[in-house]
């Protein structure tokens, strides 16, 4: 769908820099992962995909590959689809309202501070991805702050469809 909203001038790509990537010639970027619901919701609060994503989005921050002052980030689910982490990213448009929700999302799966009781406790499929994005909750800031949650309508086959015509 990026590839027919885009403008004349914008490079996309798949698998280039992210699953789908677009490129304007500002040079900024909008670097979007495409999430299916076929196996549950991929943005609950503890769901694998929502977790590596960040994390992979922050590694590629910290490498300068997909700076976040001048890209975009955006998670695409097939259909509405929501959880209280992601949503309350999805909503943190400003650097302070960012660092609110990662310490909130922190405290959910981690438990307070600073014993973190809940730390041992998160998944091992998450717990790397968890733990990367709250030990560099800087660049996480950043990351949130310029990160969208699009929701489909359920049928990508109607949306392409109104697109083309």
Known sequence: MLLLQSKKGHAVSLELFDDVGVEKPSGKRLAAQAKSTGDGNPVSDRSVGLWKTFSNWI???KAGTLPPETTNYQIYV??????EIVDSFANANAKLEAETAIATAKKKLWGP???FPLKNKVA??????????FENESIAANVVRAFT???GSGSSHEELKTLME
Request: hydrophobic content about 30%.
């Open 59 to 61: 590694d590629a921050a």
């Open 124 to 133: 091992d499929t998450i717990r790397d991805f968890v733990e990367n994005v």
């Open 113 to 115: 501070s600073p014993g």
């Open 78 to 83: 097939s259909r509405d689809r929501a959880g």
């Open 149 to 151: 949650l699009k929701c």
